[in-house]
Nanobody, 125 residues
Framework: VQLQASGGGLAQTGDSLRLSCAPSERTFRSNAVGWFRQTPGKAREFVAAVRWVSGVTYYADSVKGRFAISTDDAKNTVYLQMNNLKPEDTAVYYC???????????????????WGQGTQVTVSS
């Protein structure tokens, strides 16, 4: 099962974008979904994650207060609402699913085993 990320695009500083993440198989449901981002030459960076059943969320310090991750059970979709975008948010954003994360592992890429192809977000100043 692959996850399909969408919703990226061009934005200006201060704008908002909403990314969506849905599985290629509609009935697939994982324990947790995370968003990561990557720029050329840099390691993939954790952005946010959510645990489906409990609704517990995790955020990177760099996006806390600006980004919000949420789930839509009916659509089996995870969203990343990105507000007050900054040029440093420019990256390819990936979503990924995991069968199990905890507070100590949610921010690591290791527990996530199904990744999407990513969607480009470009923020201009």
């Amino acid at each position: 099962v692959q996850l399909q990320a969408s919703g990226g695009g061009l934005a200006q500083t201060g704008d908002s974008l909403r990314l969506s993440c849905a599985p290629s198989e509609r009935t697939f449901r994982s324990n947790a979904v995370g968003w990561f981002r990557q720029t050329p030459g840099k390691a993939r960076e954790f952005v946010a994650a959510v645990r489906w059943v409990s609704g517990v969320t995790y955020y990177a310090d760099s996006v806390k207060g600006r980004f919000a991750i949420s789930t839509d059970d009916a659509k089996n979709t995870v969203y990343l609402q990105m507000n007050n975008l900054k040029p440093e948010d420019t990256a390819v954003y990936y979503c990924a699913s995991s069968n199990g994360v905890s507070a100590s592992t949610a921010r690591l890429s290791g527990p996530y085993d199904s990744w999407g192809q990513g969607t480009q977000v470009t923020v201009s100043s």
